[in-house]
Nanobody, 126 residues
Framework: VQLQASGGGLVQAGDSLRLSCATS????????MDWFRQAPGREREFVAA????????DYADSVKGRFTISRDNAKNTVSLQMNSLKPEDTAVYYC????????????????????WGKGTQVTVSS
């Protein structure tokens, strides 16, 4: 499975961005999909996750209520809608996939991820 994130950019505080992650492979619906981010000098951190069905989602407290994760299994894509962006959201954002057939669940653990995409830079100016 190959993952390709896109949609990053430079925005001002309060603006919105929509990140997308395109995936290859025919078993996309068997994957839990996550977004992580890594700011300069900081460890990579969990942002959001969505189960294969899309019925279960999970968010880091820092983004809850501002970010929304969604997926389109027919198009093999997962998206992250980011609203009310703050300077502290500045980071490289990565999409990742955890192969979990027959298990409709989510995980925050980066160690559970089987595949990672190259990141996309999000910069929020104050």
């Amino acid at each position: 499975v190959q993952l390709q994130a896109s949609g990053g950019g430079l925005v001002q505080a309060g603006d919105s961005l929509r990140l997308s992650c395109a995936t290859s492979g025919r078993t996309f619906s068997s994957y839990v999909m996550d977004w992580f981010r890594q700011a300069p000098g900081r460890e990579r951190e969990f942002v959001a996750a969505i189960s294969w069905s899309g019925k279960i989602t999970d968010y880091a407290d820092s983004v809850k209520g501002r970010f929304t994760i969604s997926r389109d299994n027919a198009k093999n894509t997962v998206s992250l809608q980011m609203n009310s962006l703050k300077p502290e959201d500045t980071a490289v954002y990565y999409c990742a996939a955890d192969f979990r057939p027959y298990s409709d669940y989510v995980t925050r653990l980066s160690g559970d991820m089987d595949y990672w995409g190259k990141g996309t830079q999000v910069t929020v100016s104050s």
